[in-house]
């Protein structure tokens, strides 16, 4: 289970950091993601971290923008959004694949606008 929150209305440039609280799972077992869904786009991977947080990756479109980290002790993946474009409006979901499936957060949506 996840309890995402941080997402908002900013104007671009702005920032924003999300939160991904999990729990139901062993969290510094596994790797963690950040997708997003824009209206009428196909959801897409934004950043992923390692179990321990020693190693990310994020999408060509967010990288210098965008930084994923984790709290192991707290059990949350973050995303830290800088610089924000209206192109990053979308709803932001955290993802975990375990050994017993793939598991979703419910959503943030985050809306960039002035």
């Known amino acids: 289970q996840f309890v995402e929150s941080g997402g908002g209305l900013v104007q671009p440039g702005g920032s924003l950091r999300l939160s991904c609280a999990a729990s139901?799972?062993?969290?510094?077992?596994?790797?963690m993601s950040w997708y997003r869904q824009a209206p009428g786009k196909s959801r897409e991977l934004v950043a992923s971290i390692t179990s321990t947080g020693g190693d990310t990756n994020s999408a060509d479109s967010v990288k210098g923008r965008f930084t994923i980290s984790r709290d192991n002790a707290k059990n949350t993946v973050y995303l830290q959004m800088n610089s924000l474009k209206p192109d990053d409006t979308a709803v932001y979901y955290c993802?975990?694949?375990?050994?017993?499936?793939?598991?979703w957060g419910q959503g943030t949506q985050v809306t960039v606008s002035s």
């Open positions: 139901g799972f062993t969290f510094s077992s596994y790797a």
């Open positions: 993802r975990v694949l375990t050994s017993r499936g793939v598991y």
